[in-house]
């Protein structure tokens, strides 16, 4: 199985800083045939389902904020919200779906400072 | 506007059988552009899947190792929605869950729509 591991567990930042959250695949998720990274990245809030916010590693999920964005290929990925607002606190989960089983990383605990 | 509208029982004794529902609409369950996952989600295991049926000429599953010898999921073509059966549950199958869709068009785009999660508890 394919092991995602996000870092840091919990952060905290300041309204309207940056927030950076990181996932680490224990094997590539990069499709060769199209160099597409089968890497999504979900925020959940308490009470609700994950929501997918970036796919393809770096695409926005139509009608998401532009200050959600997605980088970074292989194995290592980063979400980065550029101006941190209130209704951001939430779980962030990366995904990959390269391969089943599909596999999820712990969460990141993103809260205001 | 995709909408998955989960039911099922949210109480079992070990031993028994869990069901749920998934119904589908906005989309149909044979699309050959989607596939239909079983998610769930607890604090000891996070988010964890399932399995999968999708339908490209023929139906398929796949099933997490973990829950292979006691899960089906089987599509309803006639009520367009999809089910989730696990046998003989222990208290650590107790968790939030959910069903969701993968998109498929040229490639796979990520699980874009969820349904609202169901909690099923297993207490004696």
């Known amino acids: 199985d394919i092991v995602m591991t996000q870092s840091p567990d919990s952060l905290a930042v300041s309204l309207g800083e940056r927030a950076i959250i990181n996932c680490k695949s224990s094997q590539s998720v990069l499709y060769s045939s199209n160099n597409k990274n089968y890497l999504g990245w979900y925020q959940q809030k308490p009470g609700q389902p994950p929501k997918l916010l970036i796919y393809?590693?770096?695409t926005r999920e139509s009608g998401v904020p532009d200050r959600f964005s997605g980088s970074g290929s292989g194995t290592d990925f980063t979400l980065t919200i550029s101006s941190l607002q209130a209704e951001d606190v939430a779980v962030y989960f990366c995904q990959q779906y390269y391969t089943t089983p599909y596999t999820f990383g712990q969460g990141t605990k993103l809260e205001i400072k | 506007q995709v909408q998955l509208q989960q039911s099922g029982p949210g109480l079992l004794k070990p031993s028994q059988t869990l069901s749920l529902t998934c119904a589908i609409s906005?989309?149909?369950?044979?699309?050959?552009?989607?596939?239909w996952h079983w998610v769930r989600q607890s604090p000891s295991r996070g988010l964890e899947w399932l399995g999968r049926?999708?339908?490209?000429?023929?139906?398929?599953?796949d099933y997490a190792v973990s829950v292979e010898s006691r899960i089906t999921i089987n599509p309803d073509t006639s009520k367009n929605q999809v089910s989730l059966q696990l046998s003989s549950v222990i208290p650590e199958d107790t968790a939030v869950y959910y069903c969701s869709r993968e998109i498929r068009y040229s490639s796979s785009s990520g699980f874009d729509y969820w349904g609202h999660g169901t909690l099923v508890t297993v207490s004696s």
């Open positions: 049926t999708y339908y490209r000429s023929k139906w398929y599953n």
């Open positions: 393809w590693a770096s």
């Open positions: 906005g989309d149909s369950v044979s699309s050959n552009t989607a596939a």
